[in-house]
Every structure is written in structure tokens, then in C-alpha cells.
């Protein structure tokens, strides 16, 4: 599929933006984890957590959808072994996840995913889920992987990367030991498992970018109100930043702290980005954001602990970064690299076929502002985030740029272009 997007007079309007990916995975697996039915609103409903869903119910848990809700019948943590293999598709948080799930169950299981998956790397989980005595057959380190699990021995792991993954997979494989779990990373990495199952009533300690998981630790389900998916929000956000005379409002969006990096260094570039209405739900701050294109963005200097808070935006702060004044300095993302595609190449690759100046370094990049792009032919690469951040780009770059492979989309946000749509012609 190819989408066009062309300049743009402003973005305006209102709306709501599809579930959190992450929270909806932990939702489900959580679900299916946990006592008890769960209830989960607001879910994504989109290919990675439908690859959850259908590995999850090849594992034996009832899944049902009524209206828009879903509900999960948990099976207390023990799990039924699949008919055959379990597919995570393209989604690295089902895969990694799982195999914590998986580590800790009686039986052998083989999972797989697509072309892109299977590239990625596995060996972060596989290392301390051996230590905690799961089996992996023979020494791959990437999908397709078979593991046998069982009972587990905890752990203390220092991760070398800052990745939510990695810690959940742990905290998951964590439920099937008699101790303490412990976890640290270099930086603080999204939270929202930790924050689900001290919802669930686990008994976790957080202090800062170190979590333990207590012994004994049960699980009940309940109710899971999911909020619109800041991941998502941040390329309508970027669309409203670099479009001149824009005025956005995007309704219940989760604003957990350890995710809002795109709002403060949107801000830091000059855009005005408000928070209104903010709540909790459960234990996740909510809020509606409100972005107004000010004045030209100015260049900014990012990495460090901000880049957890923001991996998943630097496609979309790459396209603003690329028209605003001055040189924008991306480093310390070097995991950019390990994502549904490098997106440290794909992003400078397909920037510069529309006359951006952007250059790789090996952990980020550096790009030069333009007053404008010019449109072009250019390709998703496999990759969601980099097919929205094109057409995105395709909002300030003069004349058409058509954007290959845009049905990736679907893997995050279907309904992208609808939404971009519904905001150019008000
Ligand atoms: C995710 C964690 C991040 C993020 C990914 C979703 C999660 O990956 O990039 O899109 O839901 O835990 P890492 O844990 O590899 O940093």
C-alpha cells in the first residue's frame, strides 16, 4: 500500500488516539497470569497485540471479545502446553515477554516470528532466564527459539541496557520463584509492568531505575482501563509542532513519566505542549495534550536517560528535528539500531531522499535543519514508525511524497491516515 501525504495549511482539531501497545500486552498477559477474569477497555486493537492474544490462547487461555472490551480468563499462572509453535509475529515485547512467561512453565514450547523478529536480539532474555534455570535448546539467539521451563531460582541482574523489555520478561519469570527478584538498569525504562502488577497485587518495591519483586507474589485480575498510546499521539504531535498555525488536542493520553521524554523535548524545541484534564487510571496518569505550533522549532541536543523515555519517538522527533532551526544531536540511542528496522539507517536513508541532512553516527545521528523537505518516493522499510514519520515529513516537504509499504502501519495505529485526515481539513 502507499499513502501521499503533501503540504499542509495546519493540523486542527480533536481526537483520540488507539490504545497503549505496552499496556495492552501487559494487560492481556497479566490477565492471563493472574486469578480471576480481567476485564481490559481500551485495548489495541492492532497486529502485535493480536500476536499476544493468539499465542496466548495457544497456551490454553480462554480470550473473548464482547462489544469493544476483552475479557481473560487467567489460569493462575500455569499455562497449557501449545499444539505447535507460537508466533509473536512482528512484535518484540510479545516474543521477549513471553519467554519470561514461558520460563516458567512445565513444558517445551517453540516460538517464532516474522523475517523482522527474527533478526532481533534474544540473547538479553536468554541469558538471565537461563540463570533462573529456564532450558534453551541449542545456542540460537534469536527466534526461532524452544525453551523448556519450570520451577525457577531468583535472580539479581544488573541489565546492561535500559530496556522494559528485558526487566519484564525477568519480573514475569520472577512469579514462578519462591525469592526476591531484583532488577536494575542503567536508566529507568518504561514502568508499566511494575505498575500492573503491584495492580494485580504483587508485592514490588520501585526505587528509581532498581525493582524487586517480592516472594509469593499473586496475582488476581480486574478491570484495566488502557490509555491512548503516547507512541501513537507523538506523530500527530510532531504534525502539529512543524505545520505553522496548528492547534491539536489528543484526548486521554497516557503521560506515565517514564514515556513523556517527546513532551519535554518538544517543548525544549519551542513547541507549546500542554497537559489538561490529567487523572489517573489505575495506577497510569492520564491526560489530554494539547500541541500548538508556536514559532520554528529550534535543534536540540538529546540522549542519555531521556532516550528510554523517548525511544520509540525518535522516528517522529528525527522529521521535526529535520526542519527546525539549527542542529539537532541524537546519541546514546545506539538501540535504535535492534528496533523493527535500524532506525538509525532507515531513518537517515529515507530523510535524505527528501532533502534532509541527516547524518548516522554509530548510536544516533545529527541532522541540520531546512526550512523545508522536498517530497519524494520513499519506503517504510518494514517498519512502522518510520512509514508514520515519513508521511509525517510529507506535511512540510514540497509537493507529493508517497510513502511504499504503508499497510506496516497496521502493526501500532491502524487508522493513521484517517486520523491525519480528519485533522487537515478542519
Ligand atoms: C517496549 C519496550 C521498548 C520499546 C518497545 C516496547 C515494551 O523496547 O521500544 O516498542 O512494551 O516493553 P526495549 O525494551 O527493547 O527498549
Known amino acids: 500500500m502507499i499513502i501521499i501525504t503533501s503540504p499542509q495549511e495546519k493540523i486542527s482539531g480533536e481526537l483520540t488516539v488507539p490504545g497503549d501497545k505496552s499496556i495492552t500486552h501487559r494487560?492481556?498477559?497479566?490477565g492471563a497470569l493472574a486469578r480471576g477474569v480481567t476485564e481490559v477497555r481500551g485495548f489495541l486493537d492492532a497486529e502485535d497485540c493480536r500476536s499476544t492474544i493468539n499465542c496466548l490462547k495457544a497456551l490454553g487461555v480462554r480470550i473473548t471479545l464482547k462489544g469493544k472490551r476483552l475479557f481473560i480468563e487467567g489460569r493462575n499462572k500455569k499455562l497449557k502446553s501449545p499444539a505447535g509453535d507460537l508466533d509473536a509475529g512482528n512484535s518484540g515485547?510479545?516474543?521477549?515477554?513471553?519467554?519470561?512467561?514461558?520460563?516458567g512453565q512445565e513444558f517445551q514450547t517453540t516460538l517464532t516470528g516474522d523475517?523482522?523478529?527474527?533478526?532481533?536480539p534474544m540473547k538479553r532474555v536468554i541469558e538471565p532466564l537461563r540463570?533462573?534455570?529456564?532450558?534453551?535448546e541449542g545456542n540460537a539467539e534469536t527466534l526461532p527459539l524452544t525453551i523448556r521451563g519450570g520451577e525457577l531460582e531468583p535472580i539479581t541482574f544488573k541489565s546492561p541496557q535500559a530496556s522494559a523489555q528485558v526487566k519484564s520478561a525477568l519480573l514475569l519469570a520472577g512469579l514462578y520463584t519462591g525469592g526476591e527478584t531484583i532488577i536494575e538498569e542503567p536508566f529507568q525504562s518504561r514502568n508499566h509492568t511494575e505498575l500492573m502488577l503491584n495492580r494485580f497485587g504483587?508485592?514490588?518495591?520501585?526505587?528509581?531505575?532498581?525493582?524487586?519483586?517480592?516472594?509469593?507474589?499473586?496475582?488476581?485480575?480486574?478491570?484495566?482501563?488502557?490509555?491512548?498510546?503516547?507512541?501513537?499521539?507523538?506523530?500527530?504531535?510532531?504534525?502539529?509542532?512543524?505545520?505553522?498555525?496548528?492547534?491539536?488536542?489528543?484526548?486521554?493520553?497516557?503521560?506515565n513519566p517514564t514515556r513523556t521524554g517527546i513532551i519535554d523535548v518538544l517543548s525544549q524545541m519551542g513547541a507549546v505542549v500542554e497537559l489538561h484534564e490529567e487523572k489517573l487510571w489505575g495506577k497510569e496518569p492520564v491526560a489530554d495534550i494539547m500541541v500548538k505550533a508556536d514559532s520554528r522549532?529550534?535543534?536540540?541536543?538529546?540522549?542519555?536517560?531521556?532516550?528510554?523515555?523517548?525511544?520509540?519517538?525518535?522516528?517522529?522527533?528525527?522529521?521535526?528535528?529535520?526542519?527546525?532551526r539549527g542542529r539537532t544531536e541524537i546519541k546514546d540511542a545506539s538501540e535504535l539500531r535492534v528496533k523493527e528496522s535500524d532506525r538509525i539507517s532507515t531513518l537517515a536513508g529515507e530523510l535524505k531522499k527528501m532533502g534532509a541532512c541527516v547524518e548516522e553516527t554509530d548510536d544516533g545521528m545529527v541532522i541540520e535543519?531546512?526550512?523545508?523537505?522536498?517530497?519524494?518516493?520513499?519506503?517504510?522499510?518494514?517498519?512502522?514508525?518510520?512509514?508514520?514519520?515519513?508521511?509525517?515529513?510529507?506535511l512540510v516537504a514540497e509537493g507529493e511524497t508517497a510513502v511504499s509499504g504503508a499497510e506496516v502501519i497496521n502493526v501500532s495505529f491502524p487508522g493513521f491516515m484517517q486520523a491525519l485526515r480528519s485533522l487537515v481539513n478542519n
Open 27 to 30: 494487560a492481556i498477559m497479566l
Open 93 to 103: 515485547t510479545t516474543a521477549r515477554l513471553l519467554l519470561g512467561i514461558l520460563a
Open 115 to 120: 523475517q523482522s523478529l527474527q533478526k532481533r
Open 131 to 136: 540463570q533462573m534455570g529456564a532450558q534453551f
Open 202 to 255: 504483587a508485592r514490588l518495591n520501585m526505587e528509581g531505575s532498581r525493582v524487586t519483586l517480592q516472594s509469593g507474589s499473586l496475582l488476581k485480575g480486574g478491570q484495566v482501563r488502557v490509555p491512548g498510546d503516547i507512541s501513537a499521539a507523538a506523530f500527530l504531535m510532531v504534525a502539529a509542532a512543524i505545520v505553522p498555525g496548528s492547534e491539536l488536542l489528543i484526548k486521554n493520553v497516557g503521560v
Open 297 to 324: 522549532l529550534k535543534g536540540i541536543l538529546v540522549g542519555g536517560e531521556y532516550i528510554p523515555r523517548l525511544i520509540d519517538e525518535i522516528p517522529a522527533l528525527a522529521v521535526a528535528a529535520a526542519v527546525a
Open 369 to 394: 535543519g531546512k526550512d523545508r523537505l522536498t517530497g519524494a518516493d520513499v519506503d517504510g522499510c518494514d517498519d512502522h514508525r518510520i512509514a508514520m514519520a515519513l508521511a509525517v515529513a510529507g
